[in-house]
């Protein structure tokens, strides 16, 4: 069965720093995609970043550009989310996911992704 657990959320003051990791289990995701998106209270499900399976490419929403940085450790089957100069505005739940390996959908498209983890929150006070 497969399973990917993210970690680290939590309370951040603006201008602050927190890391969040996503193991998965259950199979070897090493040669696919993996993303994290957010999702507010009552807003849509939105994109933040994503890698290649080596880690050659990475993607970003233009929102987190230059504060979020997206890396994997596929010993571990981690992917990682660095976040800093954290704002009020990135609270949310954050999602990690697969990616299906020759989906059509872009690469920021929910629709593009099988795997889900449960996710976590992190909360920016102002």
């Known amino acids: 069965q497969v399973q990917l657990v993210e970690s680290g959320g939590g309370l951040v003051q603006a201008g602050g720093s927190l890391r969040l990791s996503c193991t998965a289990s259950?199979?070897?995701?090493?040669?696919?995609?993996m993303g994290w998106f957010r999702q507010a209270p009552g807003k849509e499900r939105e994109f933040v970043k994503a890698?290649?399976?080596?880690?050659?490419?990475?993607y970003s929403a233009d929102s987190v550009k230059g504060r979020f940085t997206i890396s994997r450790d596929n010993a571990k089957n981690t992917v990682y989310l660095q976040m800093n100069s954290l704002k009020p505005e990135d609270t949310a739940v954050y999602y990690c996911a697969v990616r299906y390996s020759n989906s059509r959908y872009l690469i920021r498209d929910t629709q593009g992704y099988v795997y889900w983890g449960q996710g976590t929150q992190v909360t920016v006070s102002s």
């Open positions: 259950g199979r070897t995701f090493s040669s696919y995609v």
């Open positions: 890698i290649s399976w080596n880690g050659g490419s990475t």
